[in-house]
T-cell receptor, first 112, second 112 residues
Framework: DVKVTQSSRYLVKRTGEKVFLECVQD?????MFWYRQDPGLGLRLIYF???????EKGDIPEGYSVSREKKERFSLILESASTNQTSMYLC???????????FGEGSRLTVL | GENVEQHPSTLSVQEGDSAVIKCTYS??????FPWYKQELGKGPQLIID?????GEKKDQRIAVTLNKTAKHFSLHITETQPEDSAVYFCAAGGTGFQKLVFGTGTRLLVSP
């Protein structure tokens, strides 16, 4: 089975801190994604990557950056966390175009 | 860009009843319509999908119907069971994963 592992299930950070959310997949998938999940807003795409060192902006990239140095690892970076970035963050991976998305269990970030 | 609306936001049914969740989309170029189920504390998981060359697809107790003319698609769950309780997300997309847009989710509660 595909496994997508997000390193932290719960984080509490202070405004202005730099935050790293790590995601690792074990199925050699080409594509990796970061989504943000908020009540009433569904899942919104922040960034995605279809190859090592490649990245593309999603629908809400402002305030975020990403890094993909290895195929299996995709990191989401909040350079200076703000309270409006308090949310659930979901990482996913897939193979090919329009392939099934395999999600991690999520990282719930609270910014105080 | 694509916009996906999902209704209802919450749905309560008795065990054994049927449940229907409806989604509409705006981009006539969309041709891929997956449904994801998110159980408490877990990431979303694909349960069924349909492509635009098909009007209906069934998998045991779940089915999805698509009306491309009206730009809407629906998830049907028959003989609901308590383990069907979860949040369900519809999504719509064209060729290429980056165009997948999610609905806002439906919380389904199945009471014994």
């Amino acid at each position: 089975d595909v496994k997508v592992t997000q390193s932290s299930r719960y984080l509490v950070k202070r405004t202005g801190e730099k935050v790293f959310l790590e995601c690792v997949q074990d199925m050699d998938h080409e594509n990796m994604f970061w989504y943000r999940q908020d009540p009433g807003l569904g899942l919104r795409l922040i960034y995605f990557s279809y190859d090592v060192k490649m990245k593309e902006k999603g629908d809400i990239p402002e305030g975020y950056s990403v890094s993909r140095e290895k195929k299996e690892r995709f990191s989401l970076i909040l350079e200076s966390a703000s309270t409006n970035q308090t949310s659930m963050y979901l990482c996913a991976s897939s193979q090919g175009e329009a392939g099934e998305l395999f999600f991690g269990e999520g990282s719930r970030l609270t910014v105080l | 860009g694509e916009n996906v609306e999902q209704h209802p936001s919450t749905l309560s049914v008795q065990e054994g009843d049927s449940a229907v969740i409806k989604c509409t989309y705006s981009d006539s170029a969309s041709n891929y319509f997956p449904w994801y189920k998110q159980e408490l504390g877990k990431g979303p998981q694909l349960i069924i999908d349909i492509r635009s060359n098909v009007g209906e697809k069934k998998d045991q107790r779940i089915a999805v119907t698509l009306n491309k003319t009206a730009k809407h698609f629906s998830l049907h769950i028959t003989e609901t069971q308590p383990e069907d309780s979860a949040v369900y997300f519809c999504a719509a997309g064209g060729t290429g994963f980056q165009k997948l847009v999610f609905g806002t989710g439906t919380r389904l509660l199945v009471s014994p």
